[in-house]
């Protein structure tokens, strides 16, 4: 019977933009998941977890009471839950990269606007109420909060609302409805959140083991292996370009005097321009590789 106290438990969206992310990276994990025990729950098969498929909104509430162990949700829908019940108890254990979205005021095409001043006394529509309040309350502007729970980038044209502010993704939404988006109130990802309940010695472990393996996909989602040559005179200079590289590995090449062999993970991206740099700077036979795992 679900929730089985042996085991921990992870909240996700059930559909929607974050569901098919949320499987894989516990895909990348190691977590082999069965066929679902029904819509509402599925079960690893090679570790002590199930998860559990619930709308988005529902994902805070479900962590913060401790049903859930962890949950992976978009930080928009995070922190108007926060905003709401500021004592509730989670915490957020890593920024996941997919799923960004911003959060941005909206106005009908041909309208003006001037920064956060022109929306003093004008009706805003927003499914995020609290976060646009929270906003509206650091720019020192007083207006109308009109809080809908869809459709939102309808309520100009039906005279609902001024301005809208909704989360955009690709603006297509905005264009197909006469909207121009005029500023950025908030920008979101995916997070993974934790519940502060207190678990067993033996479900904590696990819970470590988890997260280990997360943040160990996040590790490589950028970082790459590279591989080089150069000479002695050349290792600061070639240590100094390489990007996010922490003390690189430096051997002696074989039967070839002054001359070694650099290995480093670099933990950001590398660009062509890189490695021209690393060229210029007398690195030779450059390898970059991909990492396929990484335990941080």
């Known amino acids: 019977m679900f929730p089985d106290p042996a085991r921990l438990h992870i909240a996700i969206q059930k559909n929607g933009r974050l569901a098919d992310y949320s499987q894989d990276l516990l895909r990348e994990a190691g977590v082999r998941v069965a066929k679902g025990i029904n819509d509402l729950a599925a079960r690893a098969e090679n570790f002590p977890l199930d998860l559990l498929f619930v709308r988005d909104d529902d994902i805070p509430t479900f962590v913060a009471d401790g049903v859930c162990d962890f949950g992976i949700v978009g930080r928009n829908v995070l922190d108007e839950f926060a905003l709401a019940h500021p004592e509730a108890g989670f915490d957020v254990v890593a920024a996941l990269g997919f799923g960004r979205c911003t959060l941005k005021i909206a106005g009908l095409e041909g309208g003006s606007y001037d920064g956060a001043e022109s929306l003093r006394g004008k009706r805003i529509a927003t499914s995020y109420p609290r976060i646009l309040g929270d906003f509206l309350a650091r720019a020192g502007v007083a207006a109308s909060i009109v809080t809908m729970n869809g459709a939102v980038e309808l309520a100009p044209r039906l005279g609902i609302a001024d301005f809208i502010c909704d989360i955009v993704s690709t603006g297509a939404t905005l264009d197909a409805n006469g909207l121009v988006a005029r500023e950025t109130v908030y ?75 650099i290995h480093a993970v670099c933990q950001e991206s590398i660009f062509w321009e890189t490695l021209q740099r690393l060229k210029a700077a007398g690195a030779s036979a450059i390898l970059v590789v991909p990492i396929e795992k990484m335990m941080m």
């Open 187 to 261: 920008a979101s990802e995916a997070v993974l959140v934790r519940s502060r309940r207190a678990l067993t010695p033996g479900m904590a472990a696990f819970a470590e083991q988890l997260t280990g393996r997360i943040d160990g996909v996040l590790a490589t989602k950028e970082s790459k292996y590279i591989m080089l040559n150069a000479a002695s005179e050349s290792l600061a200079e070639i240590t100094r370009i390489l990007p996010g590289a922490d003390a690189p590995t430096v051997l002696p090449l074989h039967g070839r005097p002054g001359q070694f062999a």
